[in-house]
């Protein structure tokens, strides 16, 4: 059995990366991008997602580097994968508003509404993990229906919702589907819009009401914000400075690690160390990072600067 099953996208993303320099065909998507974070701290991990036809070498030599089970994995010859572009603003944030891709927005919409018609079948050893992570903005797809039914069997639901925090198209419907979840980890601008708060307490104080044992709120340079129901603390987590190279994925890498780190100790405290220290891998080098055989002792001395630096709110 697999114990950490991840579901989210795989997208080939053009990355316009903080010095202006710009890399073509990287693995992207929030799908590999949590499994990173959940491998760090477990060696058994799986990828659920959807390939179209095309899948470049350099995003396929990446996906092996990963070092999970991707039986979860789905092709469909018959359709396309999906293409996408990365821009930032200051903030680390994705530039909406400049942000544009050879393929167009447009045809990555359509792309994704017809992968996300297949229906996934998933391997025997999906189907009864620790915990289950959702990485999706569509509460109502088949993948989150059959999430509920494993948490219905015991299994842990993570969810990290992709909201359009710029058109709030998708808010009542990931509000209705909070409540399902064990384990949220939304971004900060989804986060404090939802909660109509500037303070990170009370952001959290609302994501908190909504039913989970635990919630995790990534700011990005700003650090994480957590709270979890058994202690009932909340908590400022910094970032780990390290070379910023490239933001792609350092959320999505987070909430894999946390749900991670929640399952094995419990404490939010430590689940957001945990994800920080897979954001700080990923920001230092263009795409996704890779799992290397250091890399275990290096993000657990990681941990404890990490862990030395958190404060109470």
Request: aromatic letters at 10%.
């Amino acid at each position: 059995m697999i114990d950490y099953v991840i579901y989210g996208k795989i997208i080939i993303d053009s990355i316009k990366l903080l010095d202006s320099r710009v890399v073509e065909n990287q693995l992207g998507g929030g799908g590999p991008q949590g499994a990173f974070g959940a491998r760090l701290w477990s060696d058994s991990v799986g990828l659920v997602s959807r390939l179209g036809k095309e899948f470049p070498e350099t995003a396929r030599n990446s996906l092996d580097h990963l070092n999970i089970n991707t039986e979860g994995i789905q092709i469909y010859p018959e359709l396309d994968t999906l293409y996408g572009s990365m821009i930032y603003d200051e903030d680390d944030y994705l530039d909406t508003e400049n942000r544009n891709t050879s393929h167009g927005l447009n045809r990555l919409h359509i792309t994704l509404a017809k992968l996300l018609e297949k229906n996934i079948l998933l391997p025997d050893s999906y189907i009864r993990p620790k915990v289950f992570h959702l990485i999706s903005e569509y509460v109502h797809e088949d993948m989150m229906l059959q999430a509920v039914q494993m948490k219905n069997q015991g299994v842990i639901l993570s969810f990290e919702p992709l909201i359009d925090y710029k058109l709030w198209t998708n808010k009542m419907a990931i509000i209705d589907f909070l409540p399902q979840a064990d384990i949220v980890s939304p971004d900060w601008p989804s986060a404090s819009g939802f909660a109509m708060a500037d303070d990170p307490k009370e952001v959290l104080k609302w994501w908190s009401r909504s039913g989970p044992a635990c919630v995790s709120v990534r700011n990005g340079r700003h650090g994480s914000y957590v709270w979890d129901r058994e202690h009932d603390k909340f908590y400022h987590i910094p970032i780990y400075e390290v070379p910023r190279i490239d933001p792609t994925g350092c959320g999505n890498s987070y909430a894999g690690a946390f749900c991670v780190g929640w399952n094995k100790y419990r404490e939010a405290r430590i689940a957001g160390a945990m994800g920080t220290v897979a954001a700080t891998f990923m920001v230092q080098r263009p795409g996704i990072a890779e799992i290397l055989p250091n890399m275990e002792r290096e993000a657990g001395d990681i941990l404890e600067m990490v862990m030395s630096n958190i404060r109470e709110m």
